[in-house]
């Protein structure tokens, strides 16, 4: 089974920085199937990439997905007071079961 | 678009079973995959399993040995039963809508484990 950690655990930035999150996985992830999603309190997790570099439906191009093999990278270009929440990386190239890192908390410095 | 609303209940006592439904709306449930996941309070995300329209199934194996899918296409509702739980299932569940990444979630609902 493939692990994912993510880092940092947790990223202190201020709103218009750069947000740059990393997620390695154990393993080679098949066919860069790799997804990430913002989860904010009290509300389930949102898609925001998937295939490593594909933005969901809706999701502003200031985020953008990188990475290939076992590193990937998820980019907030420059944020905005809404993104400060917990990101989660998942892999389902190797799939059951579709693992997901432990998360990176975005918080405002 | 697409809707997803869990329901069951919110106390289960160890060792009994645990069962959610989850209702999609806005779209049908075929020819969907479509997961459940839950989150421990405070903790990360774990997939628990998906399960196809067809009614084909694949689980974590970490749990397989106690997790049951169903779906019911006239109903366009799926369905999780996890058996002989105890207070480490403790968690919010989640349905969604997927078989790899899942792009529709349902709001969650939390199943304490307790007697």
């Known amino acids: 089974e493939i692990v994912l950690t993510q880092s940092p655990g947790t990223l202190s930035l201020s709103p218009g920085e750069r947000a740059t999150l990393s997620c390695r996985a154990s393993q080679s992830v098949s066919s860069n199937f790799l997804a990430w999603y913002q989860q904010k309190p009290g509300q389930a997790p949102r898609l925001l990439i998937y295939?490593?570099?594909s933005r969901a439906t809706g999701i502003p191009d200031r985020f953008s997905g990188t990475g290939s093999g076992t590193d990937f990278t998820l980019t907030i270009s420059s944020l905005e007071p809404e993104d400060f929440a917990v990101y989660y990386c998942q892999q389902y190239g190797s799939s059951p079961p579709n693992v997901f890192g432990q998360g990176t908390k975005l918080e405002i410095k | 678009q697409v809707q997803l609303q869990e329901s069951g209940p919110g106390l289960v006592k160890p060792s009994e079973t645990l069962s959610l439904t989850c209702t999609v709306s806005?779209?049908?449930?075929?020819?969907?995959?479509w997961s459940w996941i839950r989150q421990p309070p405070g903790k990360g995300l774990e997939w628990i399993g998906y399960?196809?329209?067809?009614?084909?199934?694949n689980y974590n194996s970490s749990l397989k040995s106690r997790v049951t899918m169903s779906v019911d296409t006239s109903k366009n509702q799926f369905s999780l039963n996890l058996n002989s739980v105890t207070a480490a299932d403790t968690a919010v569940y989640y349905c969604?809508?997927?078989?790899?990444?899942?792009?529709?979630w349902g709001q969650g609902t939390l199943v304490t484990v307790s007697s």
């Open positions: 295939d490593a570099s």
């Open positions: 806005g779209g049908s449930i075929s020819p969907h995959y």
């Open positions: 969604a809508r997927g078989g790899w990444y899942e792009d529709f």
């Open positions: 399960i196809y329209y067809s009614g084909s199934a």
